[in-house]
């Protein structure tokens, strides 16, 4: 008689849950606080042969506080300075014209791989600002319109292609910055931005409507002074610093630019790479350097 000997296996299987990598759903984060420029250059800011190790980092005006962390895993989202899960990340600039439209910014990113890292520098360049405005920041969702001066129902007069505008309570306004000008009611002003050409007191400024075609007496618009703009161009002129190529065609690191007047953005592989800092210059509105207030958004790619 043959015997049928059976062999019970059990197999316990655990559960294994991966934390998703949902790069089309994540969420912007501020990266670099808004700010004018950090140094003259980037060597006021760095000076490499005695900084670049993690100890020396400009803390206390490179992003009003010091780098962006990026995590290792998207397990802690309590951390208040950086954001996780995956190396390639995308970042857009905004800023504010202060010299009229296509204001202009470099800009440098450095990175540290550890805390008790040396200074790696990924990539460097320049940007121009477009005409697509910010309307609100991506981070907290305020009001980036208008955000240094709002004024409703202030009096103008407009004579051929020129509209003053008085009594407003422009103070802060300065000539070059940008102002979206609304007007609902008046057909021969078109809402818009327009240039500020001239500030009289802090209640009088001027500006030029090319839209304009007929004279009108004194009526009221609203007035919203240097609203934020996206950077619609940005040109990268170091691309030899960061090795990685993103998608394999050879550019390193990526740029999408619209030069449309929409939003430009770099694309980087920052893999071993924990902190991360941009540096801007050439931005002192103070100095009358072209633009200034830029702030610097992340996401995961």
Known sequence: MKKLIVFLIIIIVTASFALPLDTYHSSWHMVRATADEDGATFAAVYDLTTDGDFASKDSNTVALGGPFRILSTNKDETISEGYSAGSRWMFAICGK??????????YDIVGWSKTNGMLQHIAGGTGILGTQSVVKYPHDGSDALGSDVSVSDANYV?????????????????VGMMAYVTSPNEGNLTSGFYPITAVTDANNITMTAATSTADIATTTVKVDINPAFWADTIVITALTKWP??????????????????????????????EWLQFIIYDADAATGEQAGDLTVYGRRY
Do not use: K, Q, R, W
């Open 97 to 106: 014209c202060y010299n009229g439209v296509n204001d202009t910014f470099s």
């Open 158 to 174: 407009h004579t051929g292609d020129v509209f003053t505008v008085t009594d407003g309570g422009f103070s802060g306004a300065v």
């Open 244 to 273: 990685l190529d993103v998608d394999g065609d050879g550019a390193n690191p990526m740029v999408y630019n619209s030069t449309t007047n929409e939003v430009a953005v770099i694309v980087l592989d920052l893999t071993g790479i």
